[in-house]
DNA sequence: CATTCCTATAGCTCTTGGAGCTACATAATT
DNA sequence: AATTATGTAGCTCCAAGAGCTATAGGAATG
């Protein structure tokens, strides 16, 4: 499948590229086999998984408390609390959000 | 406390009216002790529950399958799956990230 | 000064969401 | 006809997160 994609001819030089990184992620096991044909989904944030001391530096960077930071997250502050001393690590849709939260602000989950 | 807040002379009325809306909700449980003094917080978008009915529709609102829409919230399709039919609920950072899709677009939080 | 809040830890228990897997029927591509 | 994506279904398992109490330190307020 990955080199079938690569045979099809793209309708661009950019799209090409898209295509080869695509079927890269995808051997890597990193990319769904659906997201070979919905393209938007490549347009994603990387979700990376963050160390207790990035979650921490990333809180203070947006000049909030684990209870206020835990409220835009959803989430309890006991949960916050957790994951800046690594009792638990966020992953899932909570690091969706960590990671929303990195590339984007505070705001852009407001 | 909430007495407190409302005896303190607001810098505004616009201040004042969003004093008096967070000692409301204050008094009602949904708020957050600390965002009676982190105001930001209060600008959030309220986080509601979603039937599977509901979620379904924001899904097929923004075009996308299970699996695509799945890789945008971070989570595996048989969550998505679940979810509409009722199987599982989202909570938590889940549903929340279910409400900002359902405010702002799939690409708020691309 | 004393007092009141908020913050951040810490230590618990418990529930359940989500991971991860296999399998199958349908529909759409090619 | 063969391939591929979708959505559903059933299952087990783990750990995240809920929810609670208690504590100590700091900051604001009187």
């Not at 898209?18 to 990319?31: M, N, Q, W």
């Not at 347009?43 to 990035?54: A, D, I, N, R």
């Not at 409220?71 to 690590?89: F, M, P």
């Amino acid at each position: 499948m990955v080199a079938k994609t690569r045979n099809k001819r793209a309708a661009s030089p950019i799209l090409a590229s898209v295509y080869e990184a695509t079927a890269d992620l995808h051997k890597l096991g990193l990319v769904d086999k659906s997201t070979m044909r919905e393209f938007d989904a490549l347009c994603l944030t990387p979700v990376e998984p963050l160390s207790p001391g990035e979650i921490r530096a990333l809180r203070e960077r947006e000049h909030v408390s684990q209870p206020v930071f835990a409220h835009y997250l959803n989430v309890r502050k006991d949960a916050v609390s957790k994951w800046e001393r690594g009792e638990k690590k966020p992953d899932g849709p909570s690091l969706k959000l960590l990671n929303l939260v990195r590339a984007k602000g505070l705001l852009a989950i407001a």
